[in-house]
């Protein structure tokens, strides 16, 4: 009450509301049978093994309104693979004043997903057009997270819609750009958890003669060094969306601590997105590199990727997509060969939420990728086609 007596905007007290939203996902899953990267492999999926019902997550996100502009959102899961079950993914206060001109701003500060997936915009930040995300949006999940702040001003205008301009300073994820060196792109909806360590590719350790089963973290702080990311995005009624951004987590290649390393991470995003009646469009390129210095000798993996993905509303109930993604990584050093990357994928799902409390959603994901390590971890060749059929029932209260 002594916080809404604070943010009460005209000094009168203001009720605390609280608002608590979630679902618990079950889902029929037919993986590749390859030993997935949450198991120490190399595959590029969630799943692996044999056909098998799943208990996928349950998200929970309580919304704490302090005041008509001040929220404190956390989001949980529950997680049958973390190694603790349960988990915060995200936990920040967001500030949004009301404006009546034509400028606007908000800001927001804790722990949070980084402002630039256009896909990734549902309850856990899931995907509403697929089971899975794109590889870009794999990686944000896994790798990215804000834990610092983040500002957006906003200029609206008459005729030329809407310009915003988008600012971020963080700190604590120095290690980000490991798993796209050591393991390469992936395809799946598990963002890392704040707390979570999370597996390292046993193929990779044998190159280095390091020991197997290692686990690393990602919201670490090493170096001491706050990086930044900035963007700036048009938006106008009846057309689409542009947006521009550029990471930089400003990490000290050489830096580490008794368990993990740091990274330099650097990339652009590019987005676009349009709505033609029921169809969506959503497109994304990102591309970058991050880089290590074990022992004085820089390490460099090069990385892109990109997707463009459609999704059509049949009627009230019935939602069709489908996305291609392609992704590509180059690592650059003596053996630049054994750990590169080529891959495409096809994604196609059709979801069905015909109440308010379930959504139905049935996924078909086929990819090709080509990486000469995968014959180090028990892979029959490379390239290698692999395919993951899923039936989801996502239940919400």
Same mark, same amino acid.
């Given at each position: 009450?002594?916080?809404?007596?604070?943010?009460?905007? *005209?000094?009168? #007290?203001?009720?605390?509301? +609280?608002?608590?939203?979630?679902?618990?996902?079950?889902?029929?899953?037919? !993986?590749?049978?390859?030993?997935? &990267?949450?198991?120490? /492999?190399?595959?590029?999926?969630? @799943?692996?093994?044999?056909?098998?019902?799943?208990?996928?997550?349950?998200?929970?996100?309580?919304?704490?309104?302090?005041? %008509?502009?001040?929220?404190?959102?956390?989001?949980?899961?529950?997680?049958?693979?973390?190694?603790?079950?349960?988990?915060?993914?995200?936990?920040?206060?967001?500030?949004? !004043?009301?404006?009546?001109?034509?400028?606007?701003?908000?800001?927001?500060?804790?722990?949070?997903?980084?402002?630039?997936?256009?896909?990734?915009?549902?309850?856990?930040?899931?995907?509403?057009? *697929?089971?899975?995300?794109?590889?870009?949006?794999? &990686?944000?999940?896994?790798?990215?997270?804000?834990?610092?702040?983040?500002?957006?001003?906003? &200029?609206?205008?008459?005729?030329?819609?809407?310009?915003?301009?988008?600012?971020?300073?963080?700190?604590?994820?120095?290690?980000?750009?490991?798993?796209? #060196?050591?393991?390469?792109?992936?395809?799946?909806?598990?963002?890392? /958890?704040?707390?979570?360590?999370?597996?390292?590719?046993?193929?990779?350790?044998?190159?280095?003669?390091? !020991?197997?089963?290692?686990?690393?973290?990602?919201?670490?702080?090493?170096?001491?060094?706050?990086?930044?990311?900035?963007?700036?995005?048009?938006?106008?009624?009846?057309?689409?969306?542009?947006?521009?951004?550029?990471?930089?987590?400003?990490?000290?290649?050489?830096?580490?601590?008794?368990?993990?390393?740091? &990274?330099?991470?650097?990339?652009?995003?590019?987005?676009?997105?349009?709505?033609?009646?029921?169809?969506?469009?959503?497109?994304?390129?990102?591309?970058?590199?991050?880089?290590?210095?074990?022992?004085?000798?820089?390490?460099?993996?090069?990385?892109?990727?990109?997707?463009?993905?459609?999704?059509?509303?049949?009627?009230? %109930?019935?939602?069709?997509?489908?996305?291609? %993604?392609?992704?590509? *990584?180059?690592?650059?050093? #003596? *053996?630049?060969?054994?750990?590169?990357?080529?891959?495409?994928?096809?994604? /196609?799902?059709?979801?069905?939420?015909? @109440?308010?409390?379930?959504?139905?959603?049935?996924?078909?994901?086929?990819?090709?990728?080509?990486? !000469?390590?995968?014959?180090?971890?028990? +892979?029959?060749?490379?390239?290698? /086609?692999?395919?993951?059929?899923?039936?989801?029932?996502?239940?919400?209260?």
């Amino acid at each position: 009450m002594m916080l809404a007596l604070f943010f009460a905007p *005209t000094g009168v #007290a203001r009720a605390v509301d +609280f608002s608590f939203q979630g679902y618990v996902d079950v889902r029929v899953v037919a !993986p590749p049978r390859e030993k997935g &990267w949450l198991g120490f /492999g190399l595959s590029k999926f969630r @799943y692996d093994g044999n056909l098998g019902l799943h208990f996928a997550e349950g998200i929970g996100q309580g919304n704490l309104s302090l005041a %008509d502009d001040l929220n404190v959102i956390v989001v949980a899961r529950a997680e049958p693979k973390d190694r603790d079950v349960f988990d915060a993914l995200e936990s920040y206060a967001y500030w949004h !004043p009301a404006s009546d001109g034509a400028l606007s701003w908000s800001a927001k500060a804790g722990a949070f997903f980084p402002t630039i997936s256009l896909e990734n915009d549902d309850l856990g930040w899931a995907s509403p057009y *697929t089971l899975t995300p794109s590889a870009i949006n794999s &990686w944000v999940g896994e790798e990215l997270r804000t834990i610092g702040g983040e500002g957006t001003l906003r &200029w609206k205008t008459d005729k030329a819609g809407t310009f915003s301009l988008l600012g971020s300073m963080f700190c604590c994820n120095d290690p980000a750009g490991i798993l796209l #060196a050591d393991r390469g792109w992936a395809m799946d909806d598990r963002p890392t /958890g704040l707390f979570e360590r999370i597996p390292e590719s046993d193929a990779t350790m044998r190159l280095f003669h390091s !020991p197997l089963g290692q686990h690393t973290g990602e919201f670490e702080e090493i170096d001491g060094q706050w990086g930044w990311y900035a963007g700036l995005s048009w938006q106008m009624a009846n057309i689409g969306k542009l947006t521009v951004l550029r990471y930089d987590n400003q990490a000290d290649p050489a830096a580490k601590t008794s368990r993990d390393t740091s &990274w330099e991470t650097k990339f652009w995003s590019f987005g676009a997105r349009t709505q033609y009646g029921p169809l969506v469009l959503i497109a994304q390129q990102l591309t970058g590199y991050t880089a290590f210095e074990p022992r004085g000798v820089e390490i460099v993996t090069k990385f892109q990727s990109g997707f463009l993905l459609a999704s059509y509303d049949i009627d009230s %109930d019935w939602r069709v997509s489908a996305r291609a %993604d392609y992704f590509q *990584t180059r690592h650059v050093a #003596a *053996t630049p060969n054994v750990m590169s990357e080529d891959g495409h994928a096809i994604t /196609g799902a059709v979801s069905w939420s015909g @109440y308010d409390w379930l959504r139905i959603t049935g996924e078909v994901l086929a990819m090709d990728s080509k990486r !000469p390590e995968y014959l180090s971890d028990g +892979f029959a060749s490379s390239p290698i /086609g692999q395919a993951q059929y899923q039936l989801s029932a996502r239940l919400f209260f």
